[in-house]
């Protein structure tokens, strides 16, 4: 994966550890989640064979997750955004500064 991917989905992944509903999902769809939205977000394949050899997850498995994600980075508080700002910083990227697909997209 190249460096902006990985750290869209840190940045993607990060923001989870502040969202309760988000507790249900494992760790691990919770990760492919993020690699799909990242992968989507750069116009790339959104996922490939790869991915579910070593993931060992569908696509169609993870786009629920990647759903909720979506809907609750959107309704993030303002008051929560350390991450935005540690995102927002040259050595991670900027990769905050970009915008994420919508739910429908996914």
């Given at each position: ?15 989870t ?5 988000l ?62 700002r ?21």
């Amino acid at each position: 994966a190249d460096k902006t991917i990985v750290q869209l989905s840190c940045y993607i992944l990060d923001g989870t550890l502040q969202c309760y509903k988000l507790l249900g999902f494992l760790p691990s769809e919770l990760a492919s989640a993020a690699v799909l939205i990242a992968r989507k977000t750069l116009g790339r394949n959104p996922w490939s064979p790869t991915l579910l050899k070593y993931a060992q997850y569908r696509e169609e498995d993870i786009v629920p997750v990647a759903r909720a994600i979506l809907e609750e980075k959107a309704a993030v508080s303002s008051e929560l955004n350390a991450v935005i700002r540690k995102y927002s910083r040259s050595v991670y990227g900027c990769v905050a500064n970009i915008d994420l697909p919508s739910v429908n997209d996914l």
